[in-house]
């Protein structure tokens, strides 16, 4: 468990070095199951990385560290922004004293406003626990995150 965190940690590290570099870095909020911060790190113009770093409310409520790597398909375009599909495949740890370690599949339609350096998404995410024990769950959210 202690080796997958501290992969976890490297990948989050590099990846925020990545984003101040070049400017397709965003942050925010996620409400749903988890609820928490959101980040996103573009890394070419249909693929991002995905992480949060939140409060799971499976059990008794645990943080909940996720990062997921997408891809993006423009749905459509207006005068004031875009719509994105966004599809991709994860992991998550829910840090409790018996840690859960999941496989997630996020689904999700994103808006970027033209106008303002500002998004807003709606996700639903099939998850597949591996380690504690092998259970299905399904997690979801509204977010919104501004862009550097």
């Not at 249909?46 to 943080?63: E, Q, Y």
């Not at 997408?70 to 375009?77: A, T």
């Not at 496989?103 to 808006?111: A, E, K, N």
């Amino acid at each position: 468990m202690k080796n997958i965190l501290q992969i976890f940690v490297i990948i989050i590290v590099i990846s925020f070095n990545t984003a101040f570099a070049q400017k397709d870095f965003g942050i925010g909020i996620i409400a749903g199951d988890p609820t928490g911060l959101s980040a996103k790190l573009y890394t070419g113009s249909n693929n991002a990385f995905d992480f949060a770093a939140a409060w799971s409310f499976k059990g008794s409520g645990h943080l909940l560290l996720q990062a997921d790597y997408v891809w993006h398909s423009s749905l459509s375009r207006t005068s004031s922004g875009m719509f994105a599909l966004y599809y991709g495949i994860g992991g998550r740890i829910i840090f409790s004293n018996d840690p859960n370690v999941g496989v997630r599949i996020p689904i999700g339609i994103d808006y970027v406003f033209s106008t303002a350096p500002v998004d807003i998404f709606l996700e639903v995410v099939p998850v597949l626990d591996l380690i504690r024990s092998t259970d299905f769950d399904l997690n979801g959210g509204i977010g919104v995150r501004f862009w550097f």
